[in-house]
């Protein structure tokens, strides 16, 4: 199992986090790029705003691939099986990647702005897929652990990224193309480790009724003596459905009997990307200039971050006894916390002399509590809020909402910083509080519980308690 969690994650959910973060090292030198390119190519001056323009692009068009993968991620998931999508979804990270490193040799930027469209794609595929995948074959028991190695890859991938773009690495100036093109050694991982491992068992069974292999899978996911409870709980599952076929993403949306379950993915998916996490990024740098922090450590110290995502993703598998609704709830009213504490610290930056320190500490401790639920428990929750027939829609109507929110908060957040400054984190601090009351109210704990158990207790709340 561990095994298989590995083979899935690195060119899943790591690619995602890996080209969200390697794209901040070689910022300059993009720049330096364009320009040259422009100059030579129609013997003028690049217009500034044009460089930002043509900048924007090639940072945000990652976001649009996303919504494209993620609107595609389903359908792949159905037609060509859990594990067949992430193959093939190798294939467009090294198409991806061959663009991008080329773009500069040839003196085309727009190749680059192709590749990250692919690798947006590519990010927006793993996203829904993986969780997908490893929901489907984990044991009941250990879901909650397994799932958050969607987290785990996905901090490990911002953690590396963040490593490999150090300009003592691959983030100087003659070796940022082979920074860019460095998203295909995880896509090369992943297909010559994947195929050893089995189809979703609950693919294989639900979907395409074949017993034999279901069993084979189980056997090799669960060992021969554990198996046959998940058998008969996937075999119960197969009777309720009573051969209902995958259904589309619009169908959720007019079922009575998935409209808190899909009201719950949605509120979610959308508080984990509105939550402030951005704000708080976006901040680091200054918080940890008025901290006293040379410009040029910065970078090292920003690695702290990173590091702290990704031990927060480690831990929550060891804490995931407490349940996904304390997990998830705690998780929400720390940042609560965090943000009302970092709006008083910039505040009153100058006031005092520890006040820096008191911004930087919260700065480190916002991330710890958004890694601790939101960062780890969404993906989780999806997967064991429907039941097969439903699962991939609704992995495709989380995975649309949740890109469409990264490009509304990168379009929108630069306008309210400048508008509010530090008091955009009270933006920040009720919506996590909302959130954090939605599921206090509404979400039942689904930890041990069989998808079928779950189904049953959102009938409750579709239909009536008395239904």
């Known amino acids: 199992l561990f095994l298989a969690v590995c083979a899935v994650g690195i060119g899943g959910t790591f690619q995602y986090g890996y080209n969200v973060s390697i794209i901040n090292a070689p910022t300059q030198h993009i720049h330096k790029f364009l320009n040259e390119t422009w100059s030579s190519r129609y013997h003028k001056e690049l217009n500034p705003d044009l460089l930002t323009f043509l900048w924007s692009v090639i940072a945000s068009i ?58 947006g794609i ?27 190695g969607t987290s785990i890859f996905l901090t490990g991938g911002i953690l590396t990224g963040q490593i490999i773009g150090l300009r003592e690495l691959l983030g100087g100036e003659k070796h940022w193309p082979l920074l860019l093109s460095s998203s295909c050694i995880p896509a090369l991982a992943q297909l010559l480790f994947l195929p050893w491992f089995p189809e979703s068992p609950r693919y294989l069974l639900i979907d395409r009724g074949d017993e034999l292999s279901c069993a084979k899978a189980l056997k090799r996911f669960h060992g021969s003596s554990e198996y046959r409870r998940e058998m008969e709980d996937i075999q119960r599952e197969c009777f309720a459905l009573d051969g209902e076929k995958p259904r589309k993403p ?17 509120v979610m998916t959308m508080g984990q990307q509105l939550s402030g996490i951005n704000a708080i990024y976006f901040y680091a740098t200054y918080v940890f200039e008025q901290a006293g922090i040379v ?20 831990s929550c598998v060891r804490s995931n006894y407490v349940g996904r609704r304390c997990l998830i709830i ?138």
Request: with cysteine; hydrophobic share 50%.
């Open 250 to 266: 619009w169908q959720l949306f007019t079922d009575p009997a998935v409209r808190w379950q899909l009201i719950t993915v949605i």
């Open 122 to 148: 590519n990010s927006g595929v793993g996203l829904c897929v993986q969780p997908l995948y490893i929901g489907e074959f984990a044991p009941k028991h250990l879901r909650g652990g397994l799932a958050m």
């Open 330 to 467: 705690g998780g929400y009213l720390l940042m609560t916390l965090w943000c009302t504490v970092l709006t008083f610290s910039l505040t009153y930056q100058e006031l005092y002399s520890w006040v820096p320190y008191m911004s930087m500490m919260c700065v480190f401790a916002f991330i710890l509590s958004f890694g601790l639920g939101p960062g780890g428990i969404t993906n989780t929750l999806t997967a064991e809020l429907f039941v097969q027939s439903s699962r991939p829609a609704a992995y495709m109507i989380a995975g649309t909402v949740s890109w469409i929110s990264f490009f509304t908060v990168g379009m929108l957040f630069p306008f309210i910083v400048n508008g509010l400054k530090q008091y955009c984190f009270v933006v920040f601090l009720l919506e996590c509080f909302f959130v954090a009351a939605f599921i206090f109210l509404i979400i039942p704990e689904t930890k041990n519980k069989s998808f079928l158990e779950i189904k049953k207790e959102f009938h409750k709340l579709n239909f009536g308690r008395n239904a």
């Open 62 to 119: 990652f976001s649009l691939g996303g919504l494209c993968g993620a609107l595609i991620g389903g359908s792949m998931a159905i037609r060509l099986g859990r594990k067949g999508a992430l193959l093939m979804n190798n294939i467009i990270a090294i198409l991806a990647s061959i663009l991008m490193g080329i773009s500069f040799p040839t003196g085309l930027f727009e190749l680059l702005i192709a590749g990250r469209f692919l690798i």
């Open 295 to 314: 410009a040029e450590k910065i970078p090292y110290v920003t690695l702290g971050t990173g590091v702290c995502e990704c031990l927060t993703a480690l």
